[in-house]
Structures are given as structure tokens and as C-alpha cells.
């Protein structure tokens, strides 16, 4: 199965966190830091990426600003009080799941 | 990285080709085909923008198809967004200090329609009420499609700015309506009757629900309509 299906799930998860990390962020550079990070393992559509930054910013939970940069706009997203928070749950939740996907997948471990 | 005039052309050509005709999108779509580009004439110095965006950009959108997607999508979530804005700047009125304010406007209007006992009165502040907005955000609109014309950015609308514009010329035909039901009612129900025309508080209230639309509506624009584009 390919990882961007397993990803699809997780993405709202993955962009809170890294707009956690990192005070603002626009969609190019949230593509490349996740493929930075899992050293190209992992990959985000941008069909995938804008619905979901779009819907999050509709939810209240990131903020927007634009700013010009070599004579282009560019939007930079940002985590808003909610989203921060929201930031937090998301994780532990995810956290969880693998926890409990682990244990599943790999009984043994879960007994030791 | 500064863009030829032919490299620009080809993206807003690429843009307009997928029917990417709103600010919001057009503007991060542009920055994302340039930035991408940039990155990618590091490995390949001799890339050309052309065979970037067809052969590499247009895939990872999914096709025409996930274009199409992404606006769809897109719009939905203003339509919501600017929805749920509505409704919670309405809501604001009766929440802390304004609770104070709109209560003073509804006594206000309350006493004007039991001294004046006029109906001229209450239709020419419902009408005042619903024609304010509009014709504010038809300046507004104005503005914008002048900033547009001036700057000529390759796209002719700005999604957010549309759908404040409908719910506002809305009120027009919703005016219409709400008379017509309203005579309607005159002639066939003499309690009706009575009430819309002898009782203050009724009249007071349809006062009020008309002040209610035409505050929410002018604070929606104030923060959310686009009148200028961003410049260097």
C-alpha cells in the first residue's frame, strides 16, 4: 500500500505539527519539509495539501497573512490559539493510535 | 527569482487554462509553480518552465482533474466560511457589551414607532437597512475590479468577495419578497392587519432584525471584503 493513502488521515495532524514547530509556513515549503524530514519517504500531494490547509484555515484554526516576496504573493499559514491546541490533541491522538497499531500488529511487544 | 515576461505568461496561461480565475487561489498557485520551479532549476539548471509545469507540477495536483478538485473544493469552503461568519457576527449583537447597545437601538426604536405612529417610518428604515450594504459593497466591488484593471494580475475575481456580494444584493430580493408577503397578508388577515400596523413592539422588531442584517452585513465587509490587491 502506498504511504500516501496511509498519509491522507493524517495530514491535518501533520500540518498542525509542523506549524507548531515552525512560526509560519506557505504550502511549497510544508511539502518540502515533510520530504526533507522523512528523507522522501514520505510525499504530499498538493491536490491533497491546499483542501486540507484551506479547510483548516476555514475551522478557525490557522490564520493567514500575505506578504510579497520577489514580486509575488505569498501566503504563509499559522497556527491560530485554537489551532494550537488543537495542534496538541491531534498528536496525542495520533500518538495513541500507533501505540495501539503496534500492539496489534506486533502482539509480542505489547505483552513485554 | 525574477521571472521573464514570457515565464510569467506561460504560468498565467497554465492558470487561466484550468479555469483558476479567483485571487486566492491564483495568487498561492503562482508562488507555489515558482517556488517549485526555483527549487528544481537547482539540479537541472536547463529545465524549462514549460516542461516543469506539465510534466512535473500538473501530475502532483492530479491532473486537470485534481485542479478542478482543489477549486471545488476551495469554493465550498468559502461559501462555508463566509456562512459561518455571517452567523457569528449576527450572534455578536447580543453578546457582552453590544447585548447593552442593541438593546438601546431596540428600545430606541421601540419609542419612535409608539410616538410617531407613522409606517412611513419603519419602511423607510427597513429599506435605508437593506440598501446600505448594498450599496457600500457595489462601491467596494468597484474598487476591486479597478485595483484589477490597473494591475492586470491574470485572474478577475476574488471568491471571498463574491460571496459577500451575493448575501448582499440577496437582501433585495428578499425585501422584495417579505412586502409582497407582507401586503399579501394585510388584505386577507385582519389580525395581521392590526398588528403591523398598531402594535409598536412588532413593528420595533422588524425594525430591529433589519438594523441586525445591515450591522452584520458592513461588519463582514469590513474585515473579509478585498478592495486593493497586495503591491510591491
Known amino acids: 500500500m502506498s504511504s500516501s493513502k496511509l498519509l491522507k488521515g493524517s495530514l491535518a495532524t501533520i500540518i498542525l505539527k509542523l506549524l507548531e514547530e515552525n512560526e509560519k509556513m506557505y504550502g511549497y515549503e510544508i511539502t518540502q519539509r515533510v520530504k526533507e524530514?522523512?528523507?522522501?519517504?514520505?510525499?504530499?500531494?498538493?491536490?491533497?495539501?491546499?483542501?486540507?490547509?484551506?479547510?483548516?484555515?476555514?475551522?478557525?484554526?490557522?490564520?493567514t497573512e500575505t506578504q510579497m516576496v520577489e514580486n509575488r504573493v505569498r501566503k504563509y499559514y499559522s497556527l491560530t490559539k485554537e489551532g494550537n491546541a488543537e495542534a496538541h490533541t491531534k498528536v496525542a491522538e495520533l500518538e495513541d493510535f500507533l501505540v495501539n497499531l503496534q500492539k496489534l500488529l506486533n502482539p509480542k511487544l505489547g505483552l513485554g | 527569482m525574477k521571472l521573464s515576461q514570457e515565464q510569467h505568461e506561460q504560468i498565467v496561461f497554465h492558470l487561466q487554462?484550468?479555469?483558476?480565475?479567483s485571487q486566492e487561489l491564483f495568487e498561492e498557485f503562482y508562488d507555489h509553480i515558482v517556488s517549485s520551479y526555483e527549487k528544481h532549476l537547482q539540479v537541472n539548471p536547463d529545465l524549462s518552465l514549460k516542461s516543469h509545469i506539465w510534466d512535473y507540477l500538473q501530475p502532483e495536483f492530479g491532473g486537470v482533474g485534481g485542479f478542478k478538485d482543489v477549486i471545488k473544493k476551495h469554493e465550498k469552503t468559502i461559501a462555508w466560511n463566509v456562512s459561518k461568519k455571517i452567523v457569528i457576527t449576527a450572534l455578536s449583537a447580543f453578546k457582552g457589551?453590544?447585548?447593552?447597545?442593541?438593546?438601546?437601538?431596540?428600545?430606541?426604536?421601540?419609542?419612535?414607532?409608539?410616538t410617531s405612529k407613522n409606517l412611513t417610518v419603519m419602511v423607510g428604515l427597513i429599506i435605508a437597512c437593506?440598501?446600505?450594504?448594498?450599496?457600500?459593497?457595489?462601491?467596494?466591488?468597484?474598487?476591486?475590479?479597478?485595483?484589477?484593471?490597473?494591475?492586470?494580475?491574470?485572474?478577475?475575481?476574488?471568491?471571498?468577495?463574491?460571496?459577500?456580494?451575493?448575501?448582499?444584493?440577496?437582501?433585495?430580493?428578499?425585501?422584495?419578497?417579505?412586502?409582497?408577503?407582507?401586503?399579501?397578508?394585510?388584505?386577507?388577515h385582519a389580525g395581521f392587519n392590526h398588528l403591523y400596523t398598531q402594535t409598536a413592539l412588532f413593528q420595533a422588531t422588524l425594525i430591529g432584525l433589519a438594523i441586525l442584517y445591515c450591522y452584520t452585513m458592513l461588519t463582514v465587509m469590513k474585515h473579509d471584503f478585498k478592495t486593493k490587491l497586495l503591491t510591491t
Open chain 1, 37 to 63: 524530514i522523512t528523507a522522501g519517504e514520505f510525499k504530499i500531494t498538493e491536490g491533497a495539501l491546499y483542501p486540507s490547509l484551506h479547510k483548516l484555515e476555514a475551522e478557525g484554526l490557522l490564520s
Open chain 2, 17 to 21: 487554462h484550468l479555469d483558476i480565475d
Open chain 2, 97 to 114: 457589551k453590544n447585548l447593552l447597545y442593541s438593546a438601546g437601538v431596540f428600545l430606541s426604536t421601540w419609542g419612535l414607532m409608539a
Open chain 2, 130 to 188: 437593506f440598501c446600505i450594504p448594498m450599496t457600500i459593497v457595489i462601491k467596494k466591488h468597484y474598487q476591486f475590479k479597478k485595483s484589477l484593471r490597473e494591475s492586470n494580475p491574470g485572474y478577475y475575481r476574488n471568491l471571498r468577495n463574491g460571496t459577500i456580494m451575493l448575501y448582499t444584493t440577496l437582501s433585495l430580493s428578499t425585501l422584495y419578497n417579505l412586502g409582497h408577503l407582507v401586503s399579501k397578508s394585510l388584505d386577507s
